[in-house]
């Protein structure tokens, strides 16, 4: 939204006021009566709060998603994560590992852990497991007291302190949708739907995908 929001400005004869949150942050908010035009948070999100009348009946648009990656301090030797196999060899390997604390809703912290239950591995992986505050997702790894970092790519990748390893293998992948709607307290809701269809053009898609994001 950094580069897209003042284009969109310039090419309409509208402002925008911005405030960003976590998606969970975002939709607590709205829930709680914040005034909103447009409500951008995940797919699932936004029809919950479709559901509960906080977002206007099918205005909801996709527009992008992004999935778990892999990443470590800064400089520090890349491990092989090309296979599912060798994803669970680098695991088992780890001195340590740690992603944000599945007790806070993030969906990256829910998902690795219902991952190492699967894959078999929680046992041996729950000892050397740190669980991060959403604030310090990337800041023990960048300092080397944990060893493997797991996080949604587009903030990896707009991390300066870390290094990107890459996405978790394809049949392990577990991808977040992004969507945006109109609040239903909006009372500007034609400038919202502009809005709308100037971040999800295929021009914006292309600049997303510059962030870590593919087509929703």
């Not at 046992?123 to 023990?140: D, I, N, Y």
């Amino acid at each position: 939204m950094v580069p897209l929001v003042p284009q969109f400005e310039r090419s309409s004869s509208h402002k925008i006021s911005i405030s960003y949150g976590t998606a969970g942050q975002v939709t607590d908010r709205v829930q709680k009566g914040e005034y909103a035009d447009v409500v951008m948070t995940t797919g699932p999100q936004i029809d919950n709060l479709q559901k509960q009348a906080k977002i206007v009946a099918g205005s909801r648009v996709d527009l992008a998603k992004v999935g778990i990656g892999v990443f470590v301090r800064k400089g520090a030797t890349k491990p092989d994560i090309g296979s599912v196999e060798a994803f669970r060899r680098t695991l088992l390997a780890a001195n340590s590992i740690g992603h944000v604390d599945p007790a806070l809703g993030v969906p990256v912290g829910i998902y690795m852990t219902a991952l190492m239950e699967r894959m078999g591995i929680a046992a041996g992986m729950k000892p050397k497991t740190r669980l991060f505050r959403v604030e310090e997702r990337f800041e023990h790894v960048a300092k080397g007291d944990v060893e493997i970092g797991f996080n949604l790519i587009q903030e990896i990748l707009a991390e300066p302190n870390v290094d990107f390893v890459g996405p978790l293998p394809a049949a392990i992948q577990s991808n977040t949708l992004y969507a945006a709607a109109i609040a239903a307290v909006s009372k500007e809701q034609p400038a919202g739907k502009a809005l709308i269809q100037f971040v999800s053009s295929p021009a914006a898609l292309a600049k997303m995908k510059t962030k870590g994001f593919e087509a929703p």
